[in-house]
């Protein structure tokens, strides 16, 4: 696995930037390996983005399809001090799909459904993402957010394929709110 962090979260800025870089990150991007084969929506790509209004968060799958069986879930971690995500991002990867940010019970999800702006969106041909936005709002504007992403295909009925990035309940970096996004 390789692992990327940007200083600079926005291009306009980076000339100053060289000069005088950002003492945290506002942005993490890593590759995740051709490790789940037996799913299509082996995850390849993760980034995050951490904004003054927004978390955008872009998972990258092998090849998604719109009659997939499998279905992703975004972890965000806004309370270091407390074990374990506080919010979760669940969603199919089908062609008209339903889904919901709650917050979240361990590694799960819960009934407790936040009431405020976000949205998802998947992009099929040659982009194969999920794409979700997420209002600071909704995650009581933390500092700093982390992200882990769960994928889990059940194609195949009898044994469901995972996957995670960067690493089965492992956090990105901290992503600290920066400007733009
Ligand atoms: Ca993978
Ligand atoms: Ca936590």
Redesign the pocket.
């Known amino acids: 696995m390789r692992t990327r962090i940007s200083l600079i979260a926005v291009p306009a800025l980076a000339l100053g930037a060289l000069t005088a870089a950002p003492a945290h990150a506002e942005y993490y991007s890593t590759s995740?390996?051709?490790?789940?084969s037996a799913s299509l929506t082996?995850?390849?790509a993760l980034r995050a983005k951490h904004g003054a209004a927004n978390v955008l968060v872009k998972v990258r799958f092998?090849d998604l399809t719109r009659s997939s069986a499998a279905a992703v879930s975004v972890f965000l971690d806004t309370d270091r001090g407390t074990k374990g995500p506080e919010y979760v991002l669940s969603s199919g990867l089908n062609d008209g799909t339903d889904y919901v940010l709650t917050e979240a019970r361990g590694w799960r999800g819960s009934d407790e459904r936040v009431d405020c702006p976000y949205d998802a969106r998947l992009r099929w041909g040659a982009k194969n993402t999920f794409r979700v936005r997420i209002s600071r709002e909704c995650l009581d504007k933390p500092d700093s957010v982390r992200v882990s992403v769960k994928?889990i295909d059940q194609a195949d009925g009898s044994h469901p394929v995972v996957?995670?990035?960067p690493e089965r309940r492992r956090w990105s970096l901290p992503i600290e709110s920066g400007l733009g996004v």
């Open positions: 995740d390996p051709a490790d789940a082996d995850i390849r092998r994928m996957d995670w990035s």
